[in-house]
């Protein structure tokens, strides 16, 4: 079978199994959080756009079920939660695949965090990983629509530890006013090239900034 037919490849520490927190989750979130854990959409940074119909369809379970079992995961401070986009807190941490040590792998967190649009949670994800922030030194006019935050659920995001900053969001936290926008009169597809231009470099500033050599 081929690596492509097989999927990529997913690890977590077995020790996870016998975590006193993971234990306290009901069955459903247990088997929820670890089925995002080792699903391909996640991604090496762990925080992505998610989609509950295909979450529903791995997990089996309904979304007006899986709504309550997000809001279980968050209360319990497994995962954040900011509009559609999910992160699996700690994931990147103790991910036995992954360190923010190499330097490759940590290329590919800032490759991963530079298409993320500019919402309170990036921000926290950034500064409990000390990365640095994709939009402090980008250029306005790069900035593009799709960069403004969604309406955020009700789902708290939450702290993952005593000892380091909040991850709810604070009025400080909110996303920046919205800057200079693509002319309306623009097509999708200008749009959708002019954005991956800006995000590859936002990501070509992130490496620079961490003291990476972009591609």
């Known amino acids: 079978m081929t690596s492509r037919r097989r999927g990529v490849y997913r690890g977590i520490y077995s020790v996870l199994l016998n975590d006193p927190g993971f234990r306290k989750l009901s069955p459903q979130a247990r088997h929820t959080f670890l089925t995002m854990r080792l699903a391909d959409y996640v991604g090496i940074a762990c925080i992505w756009r998610f989609d509950p119909t295909l979450i529903a369809a791995q997990t089996g379970y309904p979304q007006d079920e899986l709504e309550i079992i997000f809001k279980e995961l968050a209360d319990a401070r497994w995962i954040?939660?900011?509009?559609?986009?999910?992160?699996?807190?700690n994931a990147l941490k103790y991910d036995p695949t992954a360190s923010l040590h190499n330097d490759k792998h940590k290329a590919g967190v800032l490759r991963a965090i530079a298409g993320v649009p500019?919402?309170?949670?990036?921000?926290?994800?950034?500064?409990?990983?000390?990365?640095?922030?994709?939009?402090?030194?980008?250029?306005?006019?790069?900035?593009?629509?799709?960069?403004?935050?969604?309406?955020?659920?009700?789902?708290?995001?939450?702290?993952?530890?005593?000892?380091?900053?909040?991850?709810?969001?604070?009025?400080?936290?909110?996303?920046e006013s919205d800057e200079s926008q693509s002319p309306a009169t623009a097509t999708p597809t200008e749009r959708d090239l002019a954005e991956h231009r800006a995000r590859q470099e936002r990501a070509r500033a992130l490496m620079k900034s961490a003291g990476l050599t972009p591609p």
């Open 80 to 89: 954040a939660v900011d509009g559609e986009w999910m992160w699996l807190v």
């Open 118 to 175: 500019r919402i309170a949670m990036l921000r926290k994800f950034c500064r409990y990983y000390h990365l640095p922030y994709p939009f402090h030194s980008h250029p306005k006019a790069n900035r593009m629509p799709s960069d403004t935050p969604s309406a955020p659920i009700p789902i708290p995001i939450p702290n993952t530890d005593s000892d380091t900053d909040s991850l709810a969001v604070s009025p400080g936290d909110k996303s």
